[in-house]
Every structure is written in structure tokens, then in C-alpha cells.
């Protein structure tokens, strides 16, 4: 059993924003060789938004418009902020932070920010880190952003990798909430996150970082871009993903069963429905939208959870499961109680 804080995080708005630009399975079919039978049986995406050009839209671009909506819901101003931490594997430049970019979009003076690289489970580990600032009272309202634009990673001639990803954002405004020592107070009841390094080379790019400075050559043959072990992956995320359901049930003393909703990463509907299938859990009790966005990476989680939010699919008193996985390969599990 965990023990009461005397803060609590409440999610206080929610944001999300996707490019305009529609891509359907069909669509894609004129790019490389697929179809939409196989991606939707595969996959369960159907269209995914992208930046039309690069340059279009950035990542702190689609992150600002997330953010101003989340700030906007709950009611408070950029100046209000005391952080922002932001989960990109795709920031607007290598060096600063996306984080301080966004910070400066938004006029938030009043905060610090940095980025958190966990790939598609980057915005949960960012919920976990500004949680830990929110429970020991050191900070009160936070702002976490997932932000991908994965178009600018993902190669476009490997239909192994390019059919599954999006472009997008979310975003939370978390407050600190006092608890008074009460185990059933609403907000994040607990958060976990995990690595495992020796699958690091399960998603990633092979050129462009120190290991290999980026070369023309490099360029084109694609080396830049994304590289996935599909079966692995999904193998590891299955995996991953029931485990960090069990555990932090477990010790919170709950069961699957006390989980209204589940908000999960939206890598591949067949994930979902696997982790769903082990945990007893049927697919009515998590929140879809893969159909229309593919993979947005960090962004996935917080948009899913805004759409739910904005859906009325949350109750009060309801407890809400959220979950992610990605390249690293990170994972992480977090449990809310709907105020
Ligand atoms: C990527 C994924 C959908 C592939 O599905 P799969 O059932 O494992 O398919 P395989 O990789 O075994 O490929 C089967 C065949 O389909 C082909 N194929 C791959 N992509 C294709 C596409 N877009 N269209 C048509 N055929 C395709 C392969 O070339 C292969 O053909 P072959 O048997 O002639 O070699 C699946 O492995 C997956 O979802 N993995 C997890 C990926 C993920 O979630 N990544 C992000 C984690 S955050």
C-alpha cells in the first residue's frame, strides 16, 4: 500500500490538437505498396493527421494550441504556471528544449520548463516527475505536454514504419489539491514508470545523434528516420503494459475490475486488445481514437484522455487506468481518481 501525500494532482483542463491535414490508409497506398485491409486489420488506423510540410507546423506550434485549450478549461492564465514539462522525441531543434520553446509561445514567465525523452510514453513520464513536485507542496500548478511530429522521423518509403504514425499534441494543467491525509481523495492516486536499455535499438534512428553525426549519404538512405522491430515491440508492449496494470492495482488495493476507463497509448488496436483480454477488461472500457490519428507518440495519451474528458466519459469518483509504451523501451502506468 502507498501511503497519502499531502497534495494530490487534479488534472484542472485538458487540451489536444491535431494538424488539419487528413491522411487516409488510401492515401497512403500511392506512397508505397499497402492497402487499407491490411492496415486496418493490422493496426486498426484508418487516417492519420499530419503536418502538411515541414515548416507547416512545428511541434511547440501543435503544443501551444493543446496548451492554451487545457489552460482555458481550467480557468487560468500562462503566468499561473510554475513548470512545464514536456515528453518530444521530435522537438522544434535538438538544442534548447522544445519545453522552453512552448514556455515562450505561451508567455509563461512565472515557470521553468524542460523536456522528458521517453518516446510515446514521454507525456505519462512527465506526469509522474511534475506529480513528484505537486505531492511535496514545492510546486502548485504544472502544465504537461506530450508533442510529436513524428512525420519528421518517420521514413517515407518503409511501409513497415509509415503508415502507423501521426502528428499531434496534448496537454494537461495539473493543481495541487490537499488530500488532509484521505486515502479516497480524487486526483493522480499513483504513477509508475519503467525502462529497459537493453531493448533500446527496438525503435530507434540509426543516424543523426554522436554514435553517427548525420552524412549526405546518411540522408539518402533514410538513416535519419525511424527504424522499428514491429514483432518485438509488440511482443514487449503486450507484456509490459499488463504488468504495469497489475502492479500499480495491486498496490493501490484495487482489481481491474474497479477501473472504469482505461486511456492507453494508441500504438496498434490489437495492443489494446490483447492487454485488455488479460486483464479481463473488454474493449467498451477503453477510449479508441487510433482510427483517425495512428501513433502520435508522446502526444497519444493526453489527447485520448482529452477527448474522453471532453466526451463526458468521465464521472466523478470514476478511476481512470492511463498507459504507455515506447521506444527506449519505456513504459509506465498511472491511476486518477475523477474529482
Ligand atoms: C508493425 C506491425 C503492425 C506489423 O504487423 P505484423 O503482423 O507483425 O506483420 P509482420 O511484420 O509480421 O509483416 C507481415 C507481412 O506484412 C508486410 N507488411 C508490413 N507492412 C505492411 C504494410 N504497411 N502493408 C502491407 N504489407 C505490409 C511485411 O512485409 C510482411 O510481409 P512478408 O511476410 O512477405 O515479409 C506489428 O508488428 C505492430 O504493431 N508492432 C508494434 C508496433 C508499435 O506499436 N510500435 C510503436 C510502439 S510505441
Redesign the pocket.
Known sequence: MTTTPAFRSIVKGTGGFAPPYVVSNDD?GKI????DE??VQ??GIKNRRLMKRQGEFSTADMANEASRQALQMAGLTALDLDLIIMGTVTPDYRCPSCAVVLQDKLGAKNAVAFDVSA??AGSLFALNIADKFIRTGSMRRILVVGGEAMSTITNWTD???C??FGDAAGAFVLEAAPTHGAAAAPGLVDSRIWSDGSTWNF?YQPAGGSRAPLTPEDITAHKDRIV?N??E??KV?VRTLVDASKTILADNGYTAADVKLVVA?Q??L??IEAVGERLGLGLDRFVINIDQYG?T?SASALVTFDEAVRAGRMQQGDLVLMLA???GMCWSSALYRVP
Request: charged share 15%; with cysteine; proline share 0%.
Open positions: 497512403m508505397v505498396e499497402t492497402n491490411w492496415i493490422r493496426t518516446a510515446c511501409r513497415n514504419t503508415v502507423l525503435i522499428m514491429g514483432r515491440v509488440y508492449a497509448h500504438a496498434n490489437r495492443i501513433n507518440s509504451i515506447g521506444a
